[in-house]
């Protein structure tokens, strides 16, 4: 139970954190963060929580990352359905956190920083644009968290690595799709943005686990290390 509670903590943080600083903060009136701030909002949550429950669930944070640690042989498949229950309802409980502070000056939530594609794109980006983007940036995540954490990379740095990395992610594709790379964070948000972003929800389960997957696939193909003693 410590690992899916420290999953459910985890995603928590992680929609507060980096969603939180979208909805609160990116537009503030003479003091807004901007794209950057999100970005970086974004990659220190993840930073944050590697260093605090890493070493007791591996600080997954969202079910495409789960799913291509268990394609990479990283995650033990009868808990891959718990990881991705605790981080889905970690991301809700985060997202009604953050209705209830958002809204406490009577303001609306607007988009609450849901994805979208199309019109619910800050861009305006296709389903098309939309789904590459997503696919290539999961891709390239779970690439860089399976090769920070690999037996043979350096001890201690993986989280910088990880985190760093989903802030680049974020600064390239905020403007296409608002971000994803992670279903249980649009999950949360697309609960209370309204019928619009729950519609276009399904992109944001299939392209990232499509990402992973690959990603899972090309790692223990061609990059992971051999068993010690090999």
């Known amino acids: 139970m410590k690992k899916f509670a420290a999953e459910f903590i985890g ?7 980096g969603c939180g600083s979208a909805v609160l903060a990116c537009n503030y009136p003479g003091a807004g963060i901007g794209f950057l701030g999100v970005a970086l909002a974004f990659g220190l949550t993840v930073v944050t929580m590697a260093y605090a429950i890493g070493h007791i669930s591996g600080a997954h944070l969202n079910p495409a990352v789960s799913v291509g640690c268990w394609v990479a042989g990283r995650l033990d498949g009868k808990d891959l359905v718990s990881y991705i229950v605790a981080q ?18 009577g303001s609306s939530i607007g988009s609450f920083a849901s994805n979208g594609y199309g019109d619910l794109s800050p861009g305006k980006y296709s389903l098309g644009a939309a789904m590459v983007c997503e696919i290539v940036m999961t891709f390239i995540f779970l690439l860089v968290i399976l090769g920070a954490t690999d037996s043979k990379a350096p001890n201690g740095f993986a989280g910088l690595a990880i985190g760093l990395c989903l802030t ?13 790379v992670n279903p249980a964070r649009s999950t949360s948000q697309a609960l209370f943005a309204g019928s619009d972003a729950l519609g276009q929800l399904w992109l944001f389960w299939l392209a990232p686990i499509a990402g992973a997957i690959l990603a899972g696939i090309v790692y223990k193909t061609c990059f992971a290390s051999p068993p010690e003693g090999r």
């Open 168 to 180: 680049l992610i974020h600064l390239i594709s905020i403007p296409v799709t608002n971000t994803s």
């Open 88 to 105: 889905v309802f970690g991301g809700i409980a985060a997202a009604g956190v953050l209705y209830l502070i958002a809204t406490g000056n």
């Open 11 to 17: 995603t928590f943080w992680l929609v507060l954190g």
